[in-house]
Structures are given as structure tokens and as C-alpha cells.
């Protein structure tokens, strides 16, 4: 079982950044992928970026891209989003999930981001 914890959400104008945190408790975190997603209320869960395993490969959605970043520390059990410019439409309950294969069995409880125009 793996168990994951969001960090950093907060409320920040619009152009500003802020770091998501996401610390897995287990011994097993480099053999997962991760992902970040959002969900706003009365709308569907949405991808965000995704980082593999091996660090190597990252994918983010379009509306994220060139603004955000996506990294990961194995040996600290964390991924990371680094989001920059931020913008109102950013709002959104962020959420980190991890798994093993294609899909996500993984997922956190989840932070609020709030961008103010």
C-alpha cells in the first residue's frame, strides 16, 4: 500500500508560482510513475504532467506547457510541479497519483490551488 500526501497549495495572484509537493510513504516510490492532476467542482478530473519512473520521459497537458514542471527525488519519496505564471483558470484541487503500469492505483488527498486574477 502506498500512501500519498499533497503540499504547497495555497492562494496566489495571477503571474505568481507555486511548488506542489507530493511525499509517498514506502520503500518502493522509484518504481512508480507519477502524475499530477486537477479536478474543479461540476467538472471532470483532468491530467496535468506525468513523470516516469526513470525521470527521463515527462508529458504535460497542453494547457500546462512551458509553465509548469514536473520532477521527482527517489531517494526523498517526492514528485514535485512546479508551476509558473500562473493563471485564474490554474484553479483547481490538485492531485498527485502514482502506479506501476498505465494507469494510476495511487492517489492523494489532494491540495487547493487558487489563482486570483
Known amino acids: 500500500q502506498v500512501q500519498l500526501v499533497e503540499s504547497g497549495g495555497g492562494l496566489v495572484q495571477a503571474g505568481g508560482s507555486l511548488r506542489l509537493s507530493c511525499t509517498a510513504s514506502?520503500?518502493?516510490?522509484?518504481?512508480?510513475?507519477m502524475g499530477w492532476f486537477r479536478q474543479v467542482p461540476g467538472k471532470e478530473r483532468e491530467f496535468v504532467a506525468r513523470i516516469r519512473r526513470s525521470s527521463v520521459n515527462t508529458y504535460y497537458a497542453d494547457s500546462v506547457k512551458g509553465r509548469f514542471t514536473i520532477s521527482r527525488d527517489n531517494a526523498k519519496n517526492t514528485v514535485y510541479l512546479q508551476m509558473n505564471s500562473l493563471k485564474p483558470e490554474d484553479t483547481a484541487v490538485y492531485y498527485c497519483?502514482?502506479?506501476?503500469?498505465?494507469?494510476?492505483?495511487?492517489w492523494g488527498q489532494g491540495t487547493q490551488v487558487t489563482v486570483s486574477s
Open positions: 497519483a502514482g502506479g506501476l503500469g498505465g494507469g494510476y492505483e495511487y
Open positions: 514506502g520503500r518502493t516510490f522509484s518504481s512508480y510513475n
